[in-house]
Protein backbone atom coordinates (compact mmCIF):
# COMPACT_ATOMS: atom_id res chain seq x y z
CA UNK A 1 0.00 0.00 0.00
CA UNK A 2 1.44 3.42 -1.06
CA UNK A 3 0.89 6.18 1.97
CA UNK A 4 -0.40 9.50 1.39
CA UNK A 5 -0.74 12.61 3.59
CA UNK A 6 -2.65 15.43 2.92
CA UNK A 7 -2.08 19.15 3.39
CA UNK A 8 -4.83 21.56 3.28
CA UNK A 9 -8.61 21.28 3.38
CA UNK A 10 -11.82 22.07 1.53
CA UNK A 11 -14.44 20.10 -0.15
CA UNK A 12 -11.79 19.62 -3.85
CA UNK A 13 -9.33 18.22 -0.94
CA UNK A 14 -11.71 16.21 0.57
CA UNK A 15 -13.23 14.55 -3.09
CA UNK A 16 -9.65 13.60 -3.71
CA UNK A 17 -9.22 11.68 0.33
CA UNK A 18 -12.34 10.30 -1.25
CA UNK A 19 -10.47 8.93 -4.15
CA UNK A 20 -7.43 7.48 -2.46
CA UNK A 21 -9.79 5.66 0.16
CA UNK A 22 -11.32 3.65 -2.69
CA UNK A 23 -7.85 3.04 -4.94
CA UNK A 24 -7.14 -0.42 -3.85
CA UNK A 25 -3.21 0.70 -3.87
CA UNK A 26 -3.32 3.66 -1.94
CA UNK A 27 -3.99 4.69 2.13
CA UNK A 28 -4.87 7.95 3.73
CA UNK A 29 -2.70 7.95 7.06
CA UNK A 30 -3.46 11.30 7.87
CA UNK A 31 -3.96 14.82 7.23
CA UNK A 32 -3.05 18.68 7.91
CA UNK A 33 -5.25 21.85 7.49
CA UNK A 34 -3.75 25.58 6.50
CA UNK A 35 -2.01 25.79 9.43
CA UNK A 36 2.17 25.36 9.35
CA UNK A 37 2.17 21.58 9.97
CA UNK A 38 4.32 20.59 11.99
CA UNK A 39 7.62 18.64 10.34
CA UNK A 40 8.40 16.21 13.18
CA UNK A 41 4.39 14.69 12.98
CA UNK A 42 4.43 14.27 9.16
CA UNK A 43 8.09 12.34 9.08
CA UNK A 44 6.55 10.08 12.34
CA UNK A 45 3.65 9.08 9.82
CA UNK A 46 6.78 8.56 7.20
CA UNK A 47 3.98 9.41 4.20
CA UNK A 48 5.25 8.16 0.76
CA UNK A 49 3.31 10.35 -1.36
CA UNK A 50 2.32 14.00 0.07
CA UNK A 51 -0.75 15.61 -1.75
CA UNK A 52 -0.47 19.21 -1.18
CA UNK A 53 -2.79 22.19 -1.97
CA UNK A 54 -0.69 24.63 -4.15
CA UNK A 55 -2.42 28.08 -2.23
CA UNK A 56 -0.10 26.62 0.53
CA UNK A 57 3.21 26.12 -1.56
CA UNK A 58 4.88 29.29 -0.04
CA UNK A 59 4.46 29.07 3.27
CA UNK A 60 5.50 25.83 3.73
CA UNK A 61 7.92 25.76 1.13
CA UNK A 62 10.83 24.85 3.78
CA UNK A 63 8.58 21.96 5.25
CA UNK A 64 8.20 20.57 1.84
CA UNK A 65 11.81 21.09 0.53
CA UNK A 66 13.34 18.68 3.88
CA UNK A 67 9.91 16.01 3.12
CA UNK A 68 10.55 16.11 -0.91
CA UNK A 69 14.07 13.74 0.11
CA UNK A 70 11.56 11.09 1.25
CA UNK A 71 8.80 11.39 -0.19
CA UNK A 72 7.05 12.51 -3.77
CA UNK A 73 4.97 15.50 -3.69
CA UNK A 74 1.48 16.11 -5.85
CA UNK A 75 0.45 19.97 -6.19
CA UNK A 76 -3.42 20.16 -6.70
CA UNK A 77 -4.72 24.03 -7.17
CA UNK A 78 -7.70 25.28 -9.21
CA UNK A 79 -5.20 26.98 -11.77
CA UNK A 80 -4.22 25.16 -14.38
CA UNK A 81 -1.30 27.79 -14.84
CA UNK A 82 0.37 26.56 -11.38
CA UNK A 83 1.41 23.39 -13.26
CA UNK A 84 4.69 24.95 -14.49
CA UNK A 85 5.70 26.16 -10.91
CA UNK A 86 4.71 22.85 -9.35
CA UNK A 87 7.02 20.83 -11.66
CA UNK A 88 9.58 23.31 -11.00
CA UNK A 89 8.98 23.01 -7.26
CA UNK A 90 10.24 19.01 -7.85
CA UNK A 91 6.59 17.73 -7.80
CA UNK A 92 5.89 14.47 -10.04
CA UNK A 93 2.62 15.36 -10.72
CA UNK A 94 0.13 18.09 -10.99
CA UNK A 95 -4.12 17.99 -10.53
CA UNK A 96 -6.63 21.14 -11.01
CA UNK A 97 -9.49 21.10 -8.97
CA UNK A 98 -11.93 19.59 -9.48
CA UNK A 99 -9.52 16.17 -9.51
CA UNK A 100 -12.26 13.96 -11.51
CA UNK A 101 -11.71 10.11 -10.97
CA UNK A 102 -10.33 9.08 -14.60
CA UNK A 103 -6.88 12.15 -13.95
CA UNK A 104 -6.84 10.23 -10.38
CA UNK A 105 -5.94 7.26 -11.81
CA UNK A 106 -3.27 8.60 -14.65
CA UNK A 107 -1.67 10.15 -11.12
CA UNK A 108 -2.10 6.85 -9.13
CA UNK A 109 -0.36 4.74 -11.90
CA UNK A 110 2.52 7.31 -12.09
CA UNK A 111 2.96 6.90 -8.38
CA UNK A 112 2.20 2.99 -8.93
CA UNK A 113 4.55 2.45 -12.10
CA UNK A 114 7.63 4.62 -9.47
CA UNK A 115 7.16 2.54 -6.58
CA UNK A 116 7.33 -0.59 -8.83
CA UNK A 117 10.45 1.09 -10.46
CA UNK A 118 11.79 1.42 -6.65
CA UNK A 119 12.34 4.68 -7.12
CA UNK A 120 14.02 5.73 -3.88
CA UNK A 121 11.23 8.15 -2.06
CA UNK A 122 8.58 5.98 -2.84
CA UNK A 123 10.03 2.79 -0.88
CA UNK A 124 9.42 2.98 2.85
CA UNK A 125 12.36 3.68 4.83
CA UNK A 126 13.93 0.16 6.50
CA UNK A 127 14.21 -0.90 10.00
CA UNK A 128 17.97 -0.29 9.83
CA UNK A 129 17.97 3.13 8.35
CA UNK A 130 18.61 4.47 4.84
CA UNK A 131 22.13 3.79 3.36
CA UNK A 132 22.09 7.02 1.62
CA UNK A 133 20.27 10.15 1.05
CA UNK A 134 19.52 13.56 -0.30
CA UNK A 135 20.55 16.37 1.33
CA UNK A 136 19.12 20.11 1.06
CA UNK A 137 22.60 22.19 0.96
CA UNK A 138 20.72 25.86 0.42
CA UNK A 139 18.11 27.61 2.17
CA UNK A 140 15.60 27.37 -1.32
CA UNK A 141 15.84 23.34 -1.33
CA UNK A 142 17.18 23.67 -4.73
CA UNK A 143 20.80 22.12 -4.80
CA UNK A 144 20.88 18.66 -3.11
CA UNK A 145 23.98 15.99 -2.33
CA UNK A 146 23.84 12.49 -2.25
CA UNK A 147 25.04 11.32 1.25
CA UNK A 148 26.79 7.51 2.37
CA UNK A 149 25.69 7.05 5.75
CA UNK A 150 28.16 4.40 6.10
CA UNK A 151 30.58 7.77 5.36
CA UNK A 152 29.17 10.26 8.28
CA UNK A 153 31.96 10.64 11.22
CA UNK A 154 29.67 12.82 13.13
CA UNK A 155 26.69 15.34 12.67
CA UNK A 156 26.52 18.55 14.80
CA UNK A 157 23.57 20.78 15.34
CA UNK A 158 25.20 24.20 14.57
CA UNK A 159 21.69 27.17 15.12
CA UNK A 160 19.10 26.73 12.62
CA UNK A 161 21.18 24.51 10.20
CA UNK A 162 23.47 21.26 10.80
CA UNK A 163 27.23 20.12 10.10
CA UNK A 164 28.27 16.70 8.58
CA UNK A 165 31.64 16.10 8.93
CA UNK A 166 33.00 12.48 6.79
CA UNK A 167 35.14 10.45 7.07
CA UNK A 168 37.70 11.74 5.12
CA UNK A 169 36.97 15.37 6.64
CA UNK A 170 34.92 17.17 4.10
CA UNK A 171 32.04 18.69 5.83
CA UNK A 172 28.90 19.57 4.59
CA UNK A 173 26.07 22.14 5.97
CA UNK A 174 21.89 21.39 5.67
CA UNK A 175 18.83 22.52 6.41
CA UNK A 176 17.54 19.39 7.67
CA UNK A 177 17.07 18.54 11.51
CA UNK A 178 18.54 16.08 14.05
CA UNK A 179 15.66 15.00 14.77
CA UNK A 180 14.67 14.01 11.27
CA UNK A 181 18.84 12.51 10.93
CA UNK A 182 17.78 10.39 13.50
CA UNK A 183 14.67 8.90 12.13
CA UNK A 184 16.14 7.66 8.97
CA UNK A 185 19.90 6.95 9.58
CA UNK A 186 21.27 3.74 9.83
CA UNK A 187 21.34 2.45 13.93
CA UNK A 188 25.36 2.38 13.94
CA UNK A 189 24.97 6.78 13.88
CA UNK A 190 23.73 7.49 17.16
CA UNK A 191 22.89 10.20 18.94
CA UNK A 192 25.02 10.73 21.85
CA UNK A 193 24.28 14.54 23.25
CA UNK A 194 21.12 16.72 21.92
CA UNK A 195 24.26 18.54 19.59
CA UNK A 196 26.05 15.43 18.54
CA UNK A 197 25.15 12.20 16.84
CA UNK A 198 27.78 10.41 15.41
CA UNK A 199 29.28 7.19 13.71
CA UNK A 200 29.89 4.47 16.72
CA UNK A 201 32.17 2.37 14.62
CA UNK A 202 34.51 5.22 14.45
CA UNK A 203 34.93 5.71 18.51
CA UNK A 204 38.63 5.21 19.25
CA UNK A 205 38.41 6.34 22.75
CA UNK A 206 36.06 6.98 25.83
CA UNK A 207 37.42 9.13 28.80
CA UNK A 208 34.77 9.55 30.81
CA UNK A 209 31.53 11.85 29.49
CA UNK A 210 33.88 12.25 26.42
CA UNK A 211 34.74 10.38 23.30
CA UNK A 212 37.00 10.81 20.49
CA UNK A 213 36.12 9.76 16.77
CA UNK A 214 39.15 8.17 14.79
CA UNK A 215 40.98 10.50 12.27
CA UNK A 216 39.56 13.85 14.46
CA UNK A 217 40.79 15.53 17.43
CA UNK A 218 37.45 16.92 18.51
CA UNK A 219 36.01 15.81 22.05
CA UNK A 220 32.14 14.57 21.78
CA UNK A 221 30.20 15.17 25.31
CA UNK A 222 28.28 12.60 26.08
CA UNK A 223 24.87 13.59 27.29
CA UNK A 224 23.63 12.29 30.49
CA UNK A 225 20.13 11.97 28.66
CA UNK A 226 22.04 9.47 26.14
CA UNK A 227 24.84 7.97 28.35
CA UNK A 228 22.69 4.97 28.73
CA UNK A 229 22.22 3.94 25.27
CA UNK A 230 25.93 4.76 24.31
CA UNK A 231 26.36 2.31 27.08
CA UNK A 232 24.87 -0.40 25.76
CA UNK A 233 26.17 0.57 22.29
CA UNK A 234 30.11 0.48 24.08
CA UNK A 235 28.98 -2.85 25.56
CA UNK A 236 27.99 -4.55 22.53
CA UNK A 237 31.57 -4.57 21.44
CA UNK A 238 33.21 -4.91 24.84
CA UNK A 239 35.07 -8.32 25.63
CA UNK A 240 34.39 -10.08 28.80
CA UNK A 241 33.53 -8.09 31.97
CA UNK A 242 35.71 -5.24 31.37
CA UNK A 243 35.37 -2.08 29.68
CA UNK A 244 37.59 -1.56 26.41
CA UNK A 245 38.38 2.04 25.47
CA UNK A 246 38.68 0.65 21.92
CA UNK A 247 36.28 0.14 19.42
Known amino acids: MIKCYFIGEGSDIDDVKKLVEKHPFAELIDDHGTGQPVLEEIFAKKPQVLFVDFAMRKTIKKVLARLMQFSAI ?92 MVEGRKHICFNTMKEMEEYLPNYLIRVHKSFIINYRKVSEVKGPLLTLKGNTQKIPIGVTYRKAFTEKKNEMTIGKKNVKRF
Open 74 to 165: IYMSVTPSDAFEAFEDGAIDYMSYPVRSKRFEVCMSKIVRLSLNRTSFLQEVPEHGLDSFFINVDAKGKTELLINSNEILMIEAIENHILLT
